[in-house]
Structures are given as structure tokens and as C-alpha cells.
């Protein structure tokens, strides 16, 4: 049998969508509950996360992209300037 509106309608009445909830941090910073802090790396009051070595690491891995874009030729001097932009 065919619906009608209406009953389509209270049918959709829970599909809509919520905001996600946050969660202040130690350091003052907006995270998701029950999750580590993306900018200190704590959690629960204990830092499980090393943000430094996080950024070293990054760092090295975008470098090394970068060399090997330019050695198969695939990298031009524009972006070469968007990637370091971005990382900044």
C-alpha cells in the first residue's frame, strides 16, 4: 500500500541531523568526548599523543614527497610554494 505524506513525514522525523558535541580541554581547546586533544595530545589528563614528534614527522614525510615529485618531474615551482604554504 502507498504512504501519504504525513506518514512519510513523521516516517523522517528522526533523520534529522545533530551538531557534534565538544568538549573543553585543559588547554582551552574544542575536542571531541572521550578522545585525545588534537592540539596538546592529552587525555584524561595524561599526554598519550607527542605532538612535537607528530610535526617532525609530517614534516620529513612532506619533504620527502616533495623530493621525490621532483625527481620524477611530476613537481613545478607552483607546487612546490602551495605545499609549503599549506603546511604553514
Known amino acids: ?5 504525513s506518514q512519510t513525514a513523521k516516517r523522517r522525523s528522526h533523520h534529522a541531523l545533530t551538531a557534534a558535541r565538544l568538549a573543553k580541554c585543559e588547554c582551552g581547546a574544542l575536542r571531541i568526548p572521550h578522545h585525545a586533544c588534537r592540539k596538546c595530545g592529552k587525555y584524561d589528563g595524561r599526554v598519550v599523543i607527542d605532538i612535537v614528534a607528530r610535526a617532525k614527522r609530517d614534516a620529513r614525510r612532506a619533504k620527502k614527497r616533495q623530493t621525490e615529485l621532483r625527481e620524477s618531474g611530476q613537481a613545478t615551482e607552483s607546487t612546490a610554494e602551495k605545499a609549503t604554504t599549506a603546511q604553514a
Open 1 to 5: 500500500m502507498r504512504r501519504n505524506r
